[in-house]
């Protein structure tokens, strides 16, 4: 049976893409995962995650990711909240995959509610391949599912590789990017300061930047 994985890096910072990531292999792969020793992102080293991501993609039938620049987050904001993104998201990459069976970390307080969601979005996109699928939608699923914890680390370190090649391009470091970094916040005020704006690499709908540009005007 095929199974896939689906989870995102990058929900909560005001700087910087969000990514989706998914993951399809064959069911009996997963002790495979399990013994490259494959689990949730956040506590795997950020040295150890771009090798656990080439041996992923080594032993999956196909690894997608889906980038949301921080510009499109802004614009889909203006049209449907945050929780509405994440299904859309997570429905293009299923459609990428078109699994059995699919494992989603829960975007949503209520995780039974974000896999109806994301079943009825998937019915709507793709109507022919919904007979031949069934979600299972969990809180902390990478941390549950090997698949899950593969698609989180896959889509972690593409965020990271990206937020990387802003720090290049802009020649800046603006830290992790997240609201509760200092640095991220220095960053911010003193671009505002400097040019009147901030760049398009910033999620302007966050209220972190809304604070800053309100302090400066």
Known sequence: MKIAGIDEAGK????GPMCVGGVLLDESKTNTLKNLGVADSKKISRKKRPQLARQIEKYSEKVFVLEISAGQIDELRKLMSMNDIMVVAFSKVLGQLHPQTA???AADVNEERFGRRLMDEYKKNYPDKTNEMSIVSKH???ATYPVVSAAS???KVR???LIEELKIENEV???SGYPSDPKTKHFLANW???HGSLPDFVRHSWKTAENVMKKEE
Request: negative net charge; glycine residues 10%; hydrophobic residues 35%.
């Open 192 to 194: 505002y300061k400097e």
């Open 12 to 15: 909560g910072p005001v700087i």
């Open 140 to 142: 902390r699923a990478d």
């Open 173 to 175: 470091d603006f830290g």
């Open 153 to 155: 680390i896959v889509a």
């Open 159 to 161: 965020r990271d590789e």
């Open 103 to 105: 494992y989603a970390d």
